[in-house]
């Protein structure tokens, strides 16, 4: 890693639909924010001045990839469409999944397929249309990583959102509430960043109920500060606290300063009161 990657956080909210993933993003520096957003649209956020690029394919996430690596560097961020940005929000991750499987089933296989027959199949002996193949679960997996790769490695500030899903480690048996992606990548994903942070209801900072992003594993939700200065439950949802929190200078600590201590005095050796011989 380089100097500047370890001035960039990279964070996954992840949470139940309506539990306020998207609402969250409202609390970023609209001047200095790009957001990827699917095709659901931005509703939550129609009030903000955000930068928005429209993401409706799998080739609209490699395009926008190609262009923030191309992308002038600036001291806090890169140059897009002639602004300066510093974090990237993509909404949401889950939406790009659906997309790489679509690409894959619906273009590429179809062309894998004519490839191999010379032009007399599209589809695999035995498979629906919709259905993926192991070898398409193969190819998703690779795409997903490498997408989280390339977007994790940016020179920006980089949050995801996800909707969540229960998914078993079929290594150990177990159960989480984790990232909605299929097969083993929904365990592998927090691997890729910083932060991640589980959004759900509980007790504000002033007593009365309130969203909380949970930021350790609870044995069933999956979530981490691997910074390590995060509070277990952050009652508060709002993304430029966090930064703020996550950035703070530490304070300096105290110097204590000793004073020198004076030597101990030397006892003088009494003289000898024998007396001559005579």
């Known amino acids: 890693s380089n100097a500047v990657e370890l001035t960039r956080l990279r964070a996954l909210v992840i949470g139940d639909s309506g539990i306020g993933k998207t609402t969250s993003l409202g ?6 924010t790009l957001i990827a957003v699917c095709e659901r649209g931005l509703l939550p956020l129609r009030h903000k001045k955000f930068n928005v690029a429209i993401i409706e394919t ?3 996430v490699r395009g926008l990839i190609r262009d923030l690596q191309a992308a002038e560097q600036t001291p806090k961020g890169v140059t897009y469409n002639g602004q300066e940005i510093s974090i990237l929000a993509v909404d949401s991750l889950g939406d790009l999944g659906e997309m790489c499987k679509r690409q894959i089933v619906g273009v590429d296989r179809k062309k894998l397929v004519a490839d191999r027959t010379g032009g007399k199949k599209e589809t695999p002996a035995g498979i629906y249309d919709e259905q993926m193949t192991q070898e398409d679960w193969g190819l998703y997996g690779t795409r997903m990583r490498g997408m989280l790769g390339a977007v994790t490695h940016l020179p920006l500030h980089v949050i995801f959102t996800c909707l969540t899903a229960w998914k078993e480690d079929k290594r150990t048996g177990a159960i989480y509430r984790t990232v909605n992606l299929n097969g083993q990548l929904a365990l592998e994903c927090p691997s890729f960043f910083d932060v991640v942070v589980h959004m759900e209801n509980g007790t504000g900072g002033n007593g009365q109920p309130a969203r909380v992003w949970r930021t350790a594993n609870n044995g069933q939700v999956i979530a ?7 509070d277990e439950l952050e009652t508060s949802t709002n993304w430029t606290v966090l930064f703020q929190k996550v950035f703070a200078k530490p304070a300096a600590e ?3 300063v000793t004073p020198p201590q004076e030597p101990p005095a030397q006892s003088e050796t009494p003289k000898s009161t024998r007396r001559k011989a005579a």
């Open 27 to 32: 609390t970023l520096p609209e001047n200095r």
């Open 58 to 60: 799998w080739d609209d």
């Open 224 to 230: 981490k500060d691997s910074l390590g200065i995060l």
């Open 254 to 256: 105290p110097v204590t």
